[in-house]
């Protein structure tokens, strides 16, 4: 999922955390200084050698999980569905076939309580205001959603608010809520941060998104200021994503964890707006959007009143259930009270909206491909001459597509002490379009897990190279980012930008046509065609990786200026 999960999902708590560090160099600096930088040391220019060792990790192994989880049987593996009963009972029971034992409360399923609210906005909004009424279309122009557990949030007149980014960042001394009152108003803001979206690079990290980009921390930041809504312009550009992803990830039912206060402490409404209905809201307001645009990337930008008012309505179904994370551990033979987690997200986006006749969204490569990955790495340990000292735990993990839910779930409430947790290796959209030379960090300069990867990618004649496009903010997108939030040095690492039989155009042009065509599409289906050596070598090598770490008495560290070193430290590791 390194563009999914379009929603906000960090918990207050994580702000503090992230934004310790901001001072030091983060992986995101450390992406943006060496993105030029392609290769980190020599490898041999023999394009068709690919190490094949017999350690139980193959393409077809590979395959045969992916046809299976990605079949039309599953649903689309939906949360709360019977596509969730059939692939959690299918990755227990394989695990279960290879000789790996349940998890720490005896079962290879950990209860994750969620609410589930069926969000339904009216068809139409409305905004009214300087003899202007402007009438704005559901899923053409906007889409609405609520994590208040009521029947019916019903917004009427708010006045809107123009807040630049939506960003209060006192390191950068940035403000966009400076002198502005939005209580009981809804807030309108720009996608990203002002460096990440904005033309100069010397305002926060530049390229690199921070933390302040992230939708979670725009509608977080909202509430603290009292407002009742915020609404994201999208921008295909900065964002990476073409509207029809924030469609089909913000539409119908919506996960989220279970609080005491069913969601009150949160805006009433969160929402996104096309650029097109931006501007022609700036032009009812009597303003310019390519003005507000470029004022907004300006230090020293005051926010504005519209002038507007909007009312819409979203009536909701709500349903409290339990999801479930699948484990499954294989003991450690020395040192059976440290673990290493291998982590995938199970779910994906079930069945929605038909697009070309076909509803159900299979989510081949998000991620079938990861929790294929996962059971052929524990068919790897099982299969291995010599066992690990350390305990491998294998956590496939609900709700990641609506906001990395079960690992985050699994960080608060772990099976497994945090303090003897020694990494998690996480793995999402493996590939499928043949072997590749490069291995791509994203979060590359955090920890020392960078180097167990280099080590291992020398073995496969591979080098390694940070994640090459940072302004998409992935680093906070998968399941590695609640492992590193609680401190656990986290690895997420596979073969994105160089074929190793096609070059670096080649696979520029086979992950575009991806997320450009198929991801979070129906169309990310199984396909026999696919040529899996590629994601066989990641799983081999995020194998090799466990292995080394599981040999081992020492605990790999956060890097100086990491944020999440501190928390690591306080726990005596």
């Given amino acids: 999922m390194r563009l999914s999960s379009l929603r906000g999902w960090l918990v207050p708590a994580a702000a503090g955390l992230l934004l310790a560090g901001c001072q030091g160099k983060t992986s995101s600096d450390s992406e943006t200084a060496s993105q030029t930088v392609i290769r980190d040391e020599t490898v041999s220019t023999d394009t068709a050698s690919v190490p094949t060792p017999k350690d139980g990790i193959t ?3 590979l395959a045969r999980h992916i046809k299976v989880l990605a079949s039309d049987e599953f649903q689309g593996r939906r949360p709360f569905t019977v596509g969730e009963e059939k692939t959690t009972a299918y990755l227990a029971s394989e695990f279960k076939k290879l000789g790996l034992k349940p998890g720490a409360n005896g079962s290879y399923f950990q209860a994750v309580p969620l609410v ?8 139409v909004a409305t905004v009214t ?28 007149n708010s006045p809107l608010v123009f807040a630049g980014y939506g960003v209060t960042a006192p390191e950068y001394g940035w403000d966009d809520y400076a002198g502005l009152d939005v209580k009981g108003k809804t807030v309108v803001v720009l996608i990203n941060d002002p ?18 980009g992230r939708w979670g921390y725009k509608y977080e930041e909202a509430a603290r200021h009292g407002a009742t809504g915020l609404l994201i312009i999208h921008d295909t550009k900065p964002a990476a994503y073409p509207w029809t992803v924030v469609q089909s990830s913000n539409g119908g039912a919506k996960l989220r964890p279970q609080t005491a206060d069913k969601g009150a402490s949160k805006v009433s409404l969160e929402g996104w707006i096309t650029l097109d209905a931006a501007k022609r809201l700036f032009m009812a307001a009597g303003q310019n959007y390519d003005e507000a645009y470029a004022a907004a990337n300006k230090k020293g930008f005051k926010g504005t009143a519209l002038g507007l008012n909007l009312t819409t309505t979203i009536h909701n179904k709500i349903t409290r259930k339990t999801s479930k994370n699948v484990v499954a551990v294989v003991p450690g033979t020395t040192r059976p009270n440290e673990y290493i987690i291998y982590s995938a997200h199970w779910d994906h986006l079930g069945i929605g909206k038909a697009i070309n006749g076909d509803s159900i969204h299979n989510g081949a490569l998000d ?29 496939a993990v ?44 994203t979060g590359y300069g955090q920890s020392e897990l960078d180097d167990y990867a280099r080590a291992a990618a020398r073995e496969q004649n591979r080098y390694v190279i940070p994640y090459q496009h940072p302004e998409t903010g992935s680093f906070y997108r998968s399941d590695h980012f609640s492992f590193a939030k609680v401190g656990i040095p986290a690895l997420y690492a596979s073969g994105q930008f160089e074929s190793r039989l096609h070059g670096k155009a080649f696979a520029e042009q086979q992950r575009k046509d991806f997320e450009e065509k198929n991801y979070h599409q129906p169309s990310d289906e199984y396909d026999p065609s696919w040529d899996l050596r590629g994601a066989e070598q990641d799983a081999r090598l995020l194998f090799r990786v466990g ?3 599981a040999a081992e008495t020492t605990f790999p560290k956060w890097k100086e200026g990491s944020e999440f070193k501190a928390t690591r430290e306080r726990s005596g590791r």
């Avoid at 991620?367 to 956590?395: D, H, T, W, Y």
């Fill in 129 to 156: 205001g300087n003899g202007k009424s402007l009438t704005l279309k559901y899923r053409d122009d906007f889409m609405f959603l609520t994590e208040h557990e009521q029947p019916t949030v019903a917004i009427r």
């Fill in 59 to 61: 393409a077809a192994l």
């Fill in 547 to 549: 292995q080394k770490l």
């Fill in 116 to 123: 589930e609210i069926v969000g339904t906005p009216d068809s």
């Fill in 398 to 441: 609900t709700g990641e597509e609506q906001g990395l839910l079960g690992s985050a779930y699994y960080a608060a409430h772990p099976l497994f002490p945090v303090a003897n947790t020694v990494a998690d290796i996480n793995m999402d959209e493996l590939l499928a379009f043949g072997p590749m030379r490069d291995v791509t960090i």
């Fill in 195 to 212: 460096g990440n979206a904005g033309n100069d690079s010397t305002m926060f990290k530049g390229k690199a998104m921070t933390y302040y």
């Fill in 367 to 395: 991620n079938a491909s990861g929790c294929a990955a996962l059971l052929a790495i524990a068919n790897g340990f099982m299969q291995a001459k010599e066992k690990p000292g350390r305990s491998i735990v294998f956590l």
